[in-house]
């Protein structure tokens, strides 16, 4: 029994209207909640609000909130890039085959685990039986067991995507492994982890459950000191002011809110930035 | 003629097999590096093991004091501190009304991800198969942008928007609506909160922040749909949706599911949006629109509560809400990933911000 | 009854005080002498309690009850302008947490509408409850038209257990005689966090109803009996938020945040206290309620206020304390600080000035009370 040309016509118009409803649920609350986030920040974004922390209480501020934020991203890119960009080279460079594949199966496993969890682990471990108290190394370390297998499999791939001639010609010319990694496959390769690390502290500026309990939150402006050293920052500002009444308390809310995804597609845009001068650079250097 | 390297199944294989000098060929400095970035590749599995092993170990006395209530009971109460009596339960002592059920999180979690699941799968392969086949190639760039752009949007962010603004109209607008529904699915009967806080509304803000996950493995897996397959069905004179239902959807159905358990994963980890959004009770929903808690979002909220426990139990107890989410995630995730791998070795989706 | 049990948490508290020794470090017993100019403590009868402005700047963190924390943002900056080198960072997250968090020395000073249970005080020998302010709670509710109903504890009891569930309820009606209630629903608002405010509220619940004591009974958390349309808030200024939003409401809040819920046209009820007087919060019915209470506060400072027998006494009331953990004092700078600061703020020179109590509505400490809360200060050496 053949369908009719009509029938097949329609089925297919009706389809195509689903799907493009679809397209627009996906777009349009995305574009709906970016916007009304900022539209919402927007008559917040006044000088006070970078001069001022969250302890004035006439005018409050981010600017502990921001700095510690910035503080924890240092520290995230110190611990997490490092780590990870050595384990990547690892995984790439030297790991026989056997081992390799376990290694970044564990590490893609480790990206499954929910962030309370990190965070939860991380208080009692840290904070409680370590008694570090709150502090800015328990939040660093949280933080970088999250991103840690982003940077490691970003630069992995930005390693092996290095052309094969220029491996070829490395052997060709008797290098030591360390001196080609430095010399011959970092240079291509450098735009590729950048890009990967940027994307993790995109991830990282954006997360609130496993700070919660290790950098619980501090109304001051960050200070020097690892151990029992609460630390503010952006995320945890909406958090805890959305839930509070008060004019003031959600124009603060919102702010934070504002800054926070600023930052965030601040951080996006311009992984993505260097990941496209990378394939212009690579198309220029196809041998 | 295109020369990529492909195996039985018609599938490319990864990047190019790395060339390396030989083992024997080591200098000093590579060994130390080899060392060095050996143990640096080590530390996730590290970390895993880390995390595993005190989850258990905090948690086993909480599992011995509950025993098969955890999944039974969906009472969940840390005790009250300032009786002068505790209680006794195989051996181990928790303040007095200790009862660490986690069937109602178990529930609100379960509940909140499969809605969000459910939703997000045809709205993603939908707006994935739309944005392939109609969009002109100049469009293509900047809509996938958008997807980028809602992957990166932080989890309290969401939640922000969630209580402030898509909670307010749900309850005001859709709610009312849905509400008719009631007639046939008596779930769907009852009454809301005037913010719209509750299941329904955490479970569309879920399935908004799963899309992304679903939606960009998908367009990854569409793109590499043999070009010939789709050109021949369609000189067989196939219209465009018969294609996508003959050759198409075949051809990734198995990396959807995949990618499908990789969003529940995420959803069931999901902590500070649904916090904001689920209402924080401690039962199970009455209707849809019900108020009710899942595992993360419990440990979120009452881990600082928990720790007022003079016994520790309640510390214990959130251990254990926490190893049971991980086995979940875990499950969930290993699966989505083993699948995902056969398929394809694009990298990880981006976009977490729990 | 009510007072008996507390007094005998008190003795055991005592005993077990007395049987451990106070500061864990063995170096500094004997506080070091202040480098900088100090201004002495101003407390009338004090016993020589080291204060002064600390060698080098010391912060102190402070966490907690919700309803003493607007007290501790007015007191901030006045403690910074009196000595220059404290800076005091308040914080909220109830009182479960202000106590935790203080006695794992993870903050110096936790604030707690609740002193410490008994378990606590034994697994942190030396731990100590300083209370700096009395304050109330008051009972709100939203029903229009109704600013002022009488109600008993007896009647919330049941309202929060669930047996009565309408305003026009013949037991609310009986208490409102000549007043004609609406056949709203009563919809129950409590705290979800671990909460100083419950521990007061449920500890005049018990007081009022024998089922509510033999039941839920008091504490910072308590299994609450389901009440189907029960609604939960974190934080007294989402008590009263929640209770703005909920017609028909019910909500227990504390009173430095009352003023914000009655420009919110919410109406607080009358409570019937132990002689049968109908009172609401106010600085007379708060101080009478002090005053009858004043008389039997035990060493260790953890007494209740709840339900006293007195002509006019308000039967919510409550020591607002600090609770501290000489044990995990690491400096001897910051243990000066601590003391330094509780001074302070206990002076009606220093914080407890009129002004400062009045915008949150807290009574000063009994003038009795002073040379108790002295001795305790001075167990705080670093």
Redesign the interface.
């Known amino acids: 029994m053949s369908k009719t040309p009509r029938l097949?016509?329609v089925?297919?118009v009706a389809?195509?209207i689903?799907?493009?409803?679809?397209?627009l649920?996906?777009?349009t609350?995305?574009?709906?909640?970016?916007l009304?986030?900022l539209v919402?920040a927007a008559p917040q974004l006044k000088l006070s609000l970078f001069t001022n922390t969250t302890?004035d209480?006439q005018n409050p501020g981010l600017q502990n909130a921001i700095l510690g934020t910035l503080v924890l991203l240092l520290g995230v890119a110190v611990v997490a890039g490092?780590?990870?960009v050595?384990?990547?080279?690892?995984?790439?460079?030297?790991?026989p085959r056997r081992l390799g594949g376990?290694?970044r199966?564990?590490?893609?496993?480790?990206?499954?685990?929910?962030?309370?969890?990190?965070?939860?682990?991380a208080?009692?471990?840290f904070?409680?039986a370590l008694?570090w108290?709150?502090s800015i190394l328990s939040a660093i370390i949280a933080l970088s067991?999250?991103t840690?297998?982003?940077i490691?499999?970003?630069t992995e791939?930005s390693?092996?995507?290095v052309p094969?001639s220029l491996?070829?010609a490395a052997?060709a010319l008797g290098l030591?492994?360390?001196?080609?990694?430095r010399k011959v496959l970092l240079p291509p390769a450098l735009p590729g982890i950048i890009s990967g690390m940027v994307?993790a502290l995109?991830?990282a500026?954006?997360?609130?459950?496993p700070l919660?309990?290790t950098a619980?939150?501090?109304?001051?402006n960050p200070s020097a000191g690892l151990f029992h050293n609460?630390i503010g920052y952006l995320?945890y500002v909406?958090?805890y002011y959305?839930?509070?009444?008060?004019a003031q308390n959600?124009a603060l809310?919102?702010a934070a809110?504002g800054v926070?995804?600023l930052l965030?597609?601040l951080l996006?845009f311009a992984g993505?930035a260097i990941t496209a001068r990378q394939r212009r650079l690579m198309a220029r250097l196809d041998v | 003629m295109i020369l990529v390297r492909r195996r039985a199944g018609g599938l490319p294989t990864?990047?190019?097999r790395?060339?390396?000098?030989r083992t024997h060929e080591?200098?000093g400095?590579?060994r130390?590096?080899?060392w060095?970035?050996?143990?640096?590749?080590?530390?996730?599995?590290a970390?895993?093991l880390?995390?595993t092993i005190?989850?258990v170990v905090?948690a086993i006395p909480a599992i011995i004091y509950s025993g098969f209530g955890v999944f039974t009971s969906d009472k969940f109460f840390i005790g009250n501190f300032y009786s002068l009596n505790f209680t006794s339960v195989n051996g181990v002592v928790a303040p007095f009304g200790a009862n660490y059920g986690a069937l109602t999180f178990i529930i609100g979690t379960l509940t909140s991800s499969l809605i969000a699941l459910v939703l997000a799968v045809?709205?993603?392969?939908?707006?994935v198969?739309?944005?392939s086949?109609?969009?002109p190639r100049r469009l293509e760039g900047p809509?996938s942008t958008?997807?980028?752009?809602?992957a990166?949007?932080?989890?309290?962010?969401?939640?922000?928007?969630g209580?402030?603004?898509f909670g307010p109209f749900l309850g005001a607008h859709v709610f009312p609506a849905l509400s008719h529904l009631g007639v046939i699915l008596p779930f769907f009967k009852g009454s809301w909160a005037y913010n719209g806080q509750g299941l329904l509304t955490a479970s569309l803000v879920l399935t908004?922040m799963i899309?992304p996950i679903i939606?960009s493995t998908t367009r990854q897996l569409v793109k590499r749909v043999p070009v010939l397959a789709s050109e021949g069905a369609l000189a067989l004179g196939m219209?465009?949706?018969?294609v996508?239902r003959v050759v198409t959807i075949p051809y990734v159905r198995t990396g959807i599911i995949a990618s499908a358990l990789?969003g529940w994963?995420r959803a069931?980890?999901?902590?500070?949006a649904v916090l904001?959004i689920i209402g924080m009770a401690n039962n199970p929903p009455v209707n849809i629109y019900g108020t009710t808690s899942t595992l993360?979002s419990t440990?979120?909220d009452d881990?600082?509560s928990a720790l007022s426990d003079g016994t520790g139990m309640a510390?214990r107890a959130?251990?254990m809400l926490?190893l049971i989410?991980?086995i979940m995630?875990?499950v969930?995730?290993?699966t989505g990933?083993l699948v995902v791998r056969r398929i394809s070795t694009e990298?990880?989706p981006?976009?977490?911000?729990? | 009854m009510n007072v008996r049990r507390h007094a005998s948490i008190g003795f055991a508290v005592i005993t077990g005080a007395i049987l451990v020794s106070a500061c864990g470090s063995t170096s500094t017993v004997t506080a070091p002498p202040t480098s900088a100019p100090a201004s002495t403590s101003s407390s009338p009868t004090a016993a020589a309690v080291q204060t002064g402005n600390p060698a080098g700047p010391q912060?102190l963190?402070e966490a907690g009850s919700s309803l003493l924390y607007p007290y501790l943002?007015k007191l901030a900056p006045g403690v910074n302008s009196a000595f220059a080198n404290i800076?005091l960072?308040p914080?909220a997250g109830g009182s479960g947490t202000g106590q935790s968090e203080a006695l794992?020395?993870?903050i110096d000073m936790g604030g707690s509408d609740a002193y410490l249970s008994a378990s606590q005080v034994s697994a942190n020998p030396g731990a100590l409850n300083i209370p700096i302010a009395v304050s109330s709670q008051a009972v709100n509710y939203n029903l229009a038209g109704f600013p002022n109903l009488k109600l008993s504890g007896n009647v919330i009891a049941q309202i929060y257990q669930g047996t009565i569930t309408t305003w026009n309820n013949s037991a609310i009606a009986a208490l409102n005689p000549g007043v004609t209630l609406p056949a709203t629903p009563i919809v129950p608002i409590r705290r979800s966090d671990s909460s100083g405010d419950t521990f007061i509220f449920t500890s005049f619940l018990s007081a009022t109803n024998p089922t509510w004591s033999s039941g839920p009974s008091f504490g910072t958390t308590v299994s609450w009996p389901t009440v189907s349309s029960e609604l939960t808030a974190?934080?007294n200024?989402?008590m009263?938020?929640t209770l703005?939003s909920t017609p028909g409401g019910i909500a227990y809040i504390g009173i430095s945040v009352e003023s914000?819920a009655l420009v919110d046209g919410l109406g607080e009820a009358e409570l019937e206290n132990a002689s049968g007087d109908y009172v609401q919060p106010d600085q007379t019915t708060v101080t009478a309620a002090v005053t009858a209470g004043a008389g039997n506060i035990p060493a260790s400072l953890a007494a209740s206020l709840i339900y006293e027998m007195g002509a006019q006494a308000y039967p919510i009331v409550n020591f607002e304390y600090l609770i501290i953990n000489p044990s995990k004092i690491t400096s001897a700078d910051t243990a000066l600080a601590i003391r330094t600061f509780i001074e302070w703020a206990i002076s009606p020179t220093g914080g407890a000035t009129a002004d400062n109590l009045a915008a949150v509505n807290f009574e000063p400490l009994p003038t009795t009370v002073i040379p108790q809360v002295n001795t305790a200060v001075a167990q705080i050496t670093g």
């Open positions: 097949r016509h089925r297919g389809f195509w689903l799907c493009g409803l679809a397209l649920l996906i777009i609350p995305a574009v709906a909640i970016i009304s986030v919402k302890a209480l490092s780590i990870g050595l384990g990547g080279i690892y995984l790439a460079e030297f790991a376990p290694l199966f564990f590490s893609e496993v480790l990206a499954g685990v929910p962030s309370i969890v990190i965070g939860l682990v208080y009692t471990a904070v409680e008694h108290g709150f067991l999250l840690l297998p982003y490691v499999k970003t791939v390693f092996s995507q094969r491996r070829e052997i030591s492994r360390i001196t080609t990694i994307i995109a991830i500026t954006g997360e609130t459950a919660l309990y619980s939150f501090s109304n001051t609460p995320t909406t958090y959305v839930q509070l009444p008060g959600q809310a919102s809110a926070t995804i965030v597609l996006i993505r | 990864g990047p190019a790395v060339a390396r000098a080591l200098t400095g590579d130390v590096l080899q060095v970035s050996g143990v640096a590749a080590t530390i996730p599995l970390g895993l880390f995390i005190i989850l905090w045809p709205i993603s392969v939908g707006g198969l739309m944005l086949e109609w969009i809509l958008f997807l980028e752009l809602l990166g949007i932080p989890s309290v962010v969401f939640g922000f928007w209580l402030t603004v908004l899309i939606a219209t465009r949706y018969e996508v990789l994963g069931l980890g999901e902590t500070i904001l993360a440990i979120a881990l600082d510390l959130m251990a926490g989410l991980l995630s875990l969930t995730n290993l990933r990298s990880l981006v976009g977490r911000g729990v | 912060t963190s943002q800076t960072t914080a794992s020395g993870t974190s934080g200024p989402a009263v938020d703005h914000a």
